[in-house]
Structure formats: structure tokens, C-alpha cells
């Protein structure tokens, strides 16, 4: 999605804005811009990658020590050079950079197109040019600004270049600023702007900064000023290098051994077999009746997981946030929301939680980015302790998300006296046995990778599973669909024979996420559904019983290690990541940075 850089320093500013949309490239963008100041506003813009604009940035003076710069992807508008940012007035006085939808962009350029202003683009974003320079006519440049910005709905974070200043305001979508002494970077992700300095201060909803004689003042739509809390955040320099990997996704599948035991490491009372939550206050949440999971693609995935945990004890509902926002559903006093988003600015995530969090027991929110804005606005959060994920498919925040879904479930459970210590040992017993058994899958790759070779001109795939690993299905096929472009449909396996079964002949594959858990021979009974009609059947399965009956079954079967029902999830997806990334790297496709898709989802 969209990227936010800007600088102002003394420093000069375009290589520093480059290297800030550089890292942003994994947010997911098809064009890019970048302009400064020095004297008067010069830009350049391209179709492509960062790397076209660095090319093109010869053009620019080293002099100028501020500037801004955009990693686009379209929403309104198609991929062109005149669509993309940095957008500006009529008389390119004023430059801007936005991240979000301007909902009312379409009145707004009528009444400026009245008021003789002349648009260069087809997005929404350029009316905030025009608007903060239609208001320049009749207020000092303060109230201008601020003025234009209270005209604005949608969601928004924006940063407009005037004459030597900087302008920055927000609604819904993140903007941070780092500091370091007399200059400020920023972006609309931290990472972009990490390597300069660990000082942040993040704007709010309806907040305006406003960067000009080498100071920063963060004001409200009132004008008043606001105080504003420095926070720190560390981070490494590996965290954005792929080491010794091709990619940054493959890096992040096999990073799975060390994450998959973060999610639990520090967070376990081994003694009593509990998990401990710091920041969550039993007393205060004890009285719910009902949770309601809410989340968005691989995300949600992890939460249909832990409805069938939930569900034995809970009443538990899953919902796509995206739904959820809109579905005006009666929410009460007694109703729990855990919101659930690896980067935690998905905005139908953000929506669905403003929407109905006042009217709850309370918010949770399990999150990977820490201090994004739905970790800052739910009652309690709880981390995944991932370490950033660059590859736009999600992969090791998805296994971590499954186990910190599973802690907070034993952790009421326990709480509830619902499970006693014995069967509460047992558990997390086994827990401390998972980062093994990932790193025992990842030995398979090559396996997996002569299985790519056979299924990679295979146009479409369907992956079946029931109960836990329901969830595993839709999730390795959306892996697939993502990064490899394979059509792939997820169902459960007992779904088959109500209408998709009609699909299957000898040109389409089926994956059964079939292990010995309590429900493998069902599972069996669908294989022999699609075996009897020339299907080809891969199978992920475990040592057991029946796994001679599932390899007579199969064309191909990887065997993943036996573990707890519940924990089979977090293993039975590794093998589907590896197996769709192979696939994308024999088609030759850029794994990390997939077609048409966003890391960060800021618009609905
Ligand atoms: C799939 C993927 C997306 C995200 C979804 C929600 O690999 O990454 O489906 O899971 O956009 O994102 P978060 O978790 O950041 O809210």
C-alpha cells in the first residue's frame, strides 16, 4: 500500500528520502515520486520501481535538506506518472504526499474547479493541494492548512511541502515522526526511518504537525497545541536485510523456529502452566459472556483457528472486519472484542474496533507492530513478538498469531478452571517441543520444492481440511494464490460432496491437510470421494494408523511430525508455504512483492 517518506534537516535530503521509499517497497506499490525544496519545489515521479526514481534523481539538487516522497498504490486513478505523488497547486508552490481515500474528493474538486483551479490527475489526492492553496488566499498558512484539513473526510495521513516547511496532518491512516537533535524524519511506517534514530512521536487522529524554523509543533483542529509523548523503539539493521536468503519471504518461513517459540518464551509460568499477560486485567474482563474475533485475510485464518479452541468452553464468534464494520451488530456489556492484524493498521480492522469498542466489556488487540495504531487503541494488547515481516505474504506472523491465539485460550481456560494443571502441563509441555518440530519440516524443503516441479503448471488447486485444520487449508491456499497467481479455492473437506466435487477431473490437484488427529478418518472418506474421480491428491499427513491408507491414496504425501491436536496448525502450514513459494520462484514471480498487493491494507 501506499508509503509516506519526508525529510527536513540539514542534511542533504534525496538520498534520504530514496532510502526511505526503498525499505517502504515492501508495503507493495506500482509507482513512485519524490520532490524538495530549494528555493522552489523540484520533482520527479516514475511509473515502477524506486530504482527508475533513483535514475532520475541526478535532476536534483544535493542542496535541498527537505523534501518529500511517495510510494503509490492506485486506488483512483490508473498507474501513471501524472497519478503519481508528490501532487501539487496550480502554481506548484505546494507539493503533497497522502496516504488513504479523500471520500468527498469528487465535490471538493468541483467547488475548486469553480474556483478556476486546474487538476493535472485523475486521484483523489490532488484536491488537498488545491484545497490548502485556495485557503492560503484568505488565512495565514497555520489556519490555511488546518482549515483544509477539517474539509477532508476519508482517511488520511498527508505531508505538503510549503515554501521551506513541512505540513503533516492525520485521520485513520499512521504518520510518525522520528526525531533526532534538529531534524525530522517522516513516514508512515517506522521502519522507513529507523536506521536514523530510535525517537518517535506518532500523530493521532485529527492531529496536524507542523516542521518549520527546525522546530516541530503537533497541534489539534482547534489550533491548540498538544503534548506529545516521545516513545522509543529499538530496531536492528538485520531485520531488513534477507541474510543469507533469496528473499525475504523464504527468510521469513524459516525464521518460523525462532518466532514460533517467541510467541510463548517470557510469557509462560512453566511452574503453574499458566500464561501470563502483563497488560490484561482479569478482573476487569472476567464478566464477558461472548468474544468476537475480527480480522482480515491470513489473519482472520488465525482467528477461525481459535474458534475451535474457544468454542469448547466460550461462545466465540469470527468475523471479517471488513463485514463486521458494517453488519450493525448488537454488541453489549458482556461481549469481548479481540481484534486480530499482523500490522495493526488494517483500516477495517481499525473501523470495526472504533465502531463497536465503546459498547463492549473491552478490547484486546493481538498485534505484530508494535505501537501501530490498533495496539494504541485497544484496552489490552498483546504482541507477537515476530520481528518485522517484509514479504508481503504473511508466514511466520501467521504461526505466531496461532500460538499466541492458543495462550490467551488456555490462559482463560486456566483461569476458568476449565482445564486443570495436568491437562494445562501437557500442553505447554508439548508447546516447547514446536520449535524443533518447525525446524524438522523446514529440512523437507527440497522435497517440497520436487513437488513444485510436478504441480507448477497445474492451473488450479483446491486444499481441503476439517475442523483445526480447516483454517490450514485456507490458508495455504491463499499462499498460493498470492504469491503464484494459481487459482486455488480452501473448503472444508466434508463441503466437497454439496457442490464443488463437480469441479475435480485429472486436471486439478486437491491438498489434503489430512494428520491423525480426532476427525482423520472423515478425512479419509472425502479423499476416496475425490480419488474415484481421477483426482490428483497430495497429502500432508503424520505417522499414524492410517498412513498407509492415505499414502494408497495420494499421488505425493509429506509427512510433517505428530503433535497435539491443537498444535497441528502451526506445523501443517509450513510445508503449504514452502510448497506455494516454489512454485511462485519456478514461474519466476517476485515472491516478496506480489502483484496488485499491499503489506500494510490502509485503505477499505
Ligand atoms: C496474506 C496477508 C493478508 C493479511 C491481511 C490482514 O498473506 O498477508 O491477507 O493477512 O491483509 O493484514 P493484517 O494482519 O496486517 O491486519
Known amino acids: ?16 528520502l530514496l532510502d526511505a521509499l526503498k525499505v517502504l517497497e515492501y508495503r507493495g506499490y506500482d509507482s513512485c515520486g519524490l520532490a524538495v525544496y530549494d528555493g522552489k519545489i523540484r520533482y520527479v515521479k516514475t511509473v515502477g520501481k524506486v530504482s527508475e526514481l533513483l535514475k532520475k534523481s541526478g535532476e536534483l539538487p544535493d542542496s535541498a535538506s527537505i523534501g518529500i516522497a511517495h510510494t503509490r498504490w492506485a486506488t483512483h486513478g490508473r498507474v501513471t506518472v501524472s497519478n503519481t505523488h508528490p501532487h501539487f497547486d496550480c502554481k506548484k508552490r505546494i507539493g503533497i504526499v497522502h496516504n488513504g481515500i479523500i471520500e468527498n474528493y469528487q465535490s471538493l474538486k468541483k467547488f475548486l474547479e469553480g474556483r478556476g483551479h486546474k487538476f493535472r490527475s485523475r486521484t483523489d489526492s490532488e484536491v488537498i493541494a488545491h484545497l490548502f492553496e485556495e ?11 488546518i482549515n483544509s484539513v477539517k474539509l477532508l473526510e476519508g482517511a488520511f495521513a498527508i505531508v505538503a511541502l510549503y515554501g521551506d516547511k513541512l505540513f503533516l496532518a492525520r485521520k485513520s491512516s499512521p504518520l510518525v515522526i522520528g526525531i533526532k537533535d534538529s531534524e525530522f524524519f517522516i513516514a508512515s511506517d517506522t521502519v522507513a526511518i529507523s536506521r536514523h534514530t530510535d525517537k ?11 516542521i518549520r524554523d527546525r522546530n516541530l509543533e503537533i497541534k489539534n483542529l482547534d489550533g491548540f497545541d498538544v503534548n ?12 531488513i536485510d534477507r541474510g543469507r536468503f533469496e528473499t525475504f519471504m523464504l527468510k521469513e518461513i524459516f525464521e518460523q523456529v525462532e518466532t514460533v517459540e517467541n510467541a510463548y518464551k517470557g510469557r509462560v509460568d512453566f511452574k503453574a502452566a499458566v500464561p501470563v499477560f502483563g497488560g490484561i486485567d482479569f478482573d476487569k474482563i472476567k464478566k464477558f459472556r461472548r468474544i468476537i474475533l475480527f480480522a482480515c485475510g491470513s489473519s482472520y485464518n488465525a482467528g477461525l483457528y481459535a474458534k475451535y479452541l474457544f468454542d469448547r468452553f466460550f461462545d466465540c464468534h469470527v468475523e471479517y472486519a471488513s463485514e463486521f464494520k458494517y453488519a450493525d451488530k448488537k454488541i453489549s456489556k458482556r461481549d469481548l472484542l479481540v481484534a486480530i492484524s499482523q500490522s495493526g493498521e488494517t483500516i477495517d480492522v481499525l473501523e470495526a474496533l472504533r465502531k463497536y469498542k465503546e459498547k463492549a466489556l473491552a478490547s484486546l488487540g493481538i498485534v505484530n507492530v508494535v505501537s501501530s495504531s490498533i495496539a494504541r487503541e485497544v484496552d489490552a494488547g498483546i504482541y507477537l513478538h515476530a520481528g518485522r515481516e517484509i514479504g508481503v505474504a504473511a508466514t ?28 494445562a502441563k501437557r500442553y505447554i509441555d508439548e508447546l516447547k517441543k514446536l520449535p524443533g518440530k518447525v525446524g524438522s519440516v523446514l529440512k523437507r524443503e527440497m522435497e517440497i520444492k520436487k513437488l513444485a516441479r510436478k504441480y507448477v503448471k497445474f492451473g488450479n488447486a483446491l486444499f481441503l481440511g476439517r475442523k483445526f485444520n480447516y483454517p490450514t487449508a485456507l490458508e495455504g491456499a491463499l499462499k498460493l494464490k498470492e504469491i503464484s497467481y494459481v487459482h486455488a479455492e480452501a473448503l472444508s473437506a466434508g463441503e466437497m460432496k454439496h457442490g464443488p466435487i463437480a469441479l475435480v477431473d485429472d486436471r486439478f490437484y486437491s491438498v489434503f491437510i489430512v494428520p491423525h488427529d480426532s476427525i482423520t478418518d472423515k478425512v479419509i472418506n472425502n479423499m476416496e470421494e475425490i480419488k474415484a474421480r481421477s ?5 500432508v499427513t503424520t505417522k499414524g494408523r ?46 516478496d512483492k506480489p502483484r496488485n498487493l499491499a503489506k500494510t491494507v490502509t485503505v477499505e
Not at 518517535?200 to 507542523?210: A, K, P, R, S, T
Not at 499414502?551 to 496448525?569: A, M, N, Q, W, Y
Open 546 to 591: 492410517s498412513l498407509k491408507q492415505i499414502k494408497r491414496l495420494s499421488d505425493d504425501v509429506i509427512v510433517i511430525p505428530g503433535t497435539k491436536e491443537e498444535f497441528l496448525p502451526v506445523l501443517g502450514i509450513v510445508p503449504l508455504q514452502l510448497f506455494a513459494y516454489h512454485i511462485a520462484r519456478l514461474k519466476g514471480l517476485d515472491v
Open 200 to 210: 518517535f512521536i506518532f500523530l493521532d487522529d485529527n492531529e496536524v504537525g507542523i
Open 135 to 145: 485557503m492560503l488566499r484568505n488565512y495565514p498558512e497555520e489556519e490555511a492548512f
Open 228 to 239: 506529545k509523548e516521545i516513545k522509543r523503539i529499538k530496531r536492528t539493521e538485520e531485520e
Open 1 to 16: 500500500m501506499c508509503g509516506i517518506a519526508a525529510y527536513y534537516g540539514k542534511r542533504s535530503a534525496v538520498p534520504i
Open 396 to 423: 511466520k506472523t501467521y504461526t505466531s498469531q496461532l500460538l499466541t491465539l492458543f495462550l490467551f485460550w488456555i490462559y482463560l481456560a486456566r483461569k476458568f478452571n476449565y482445564i486443570d494443571f495436568a491437562t
Open 535 to 539: 483426482g490428483k491428491i497430495i497429502a
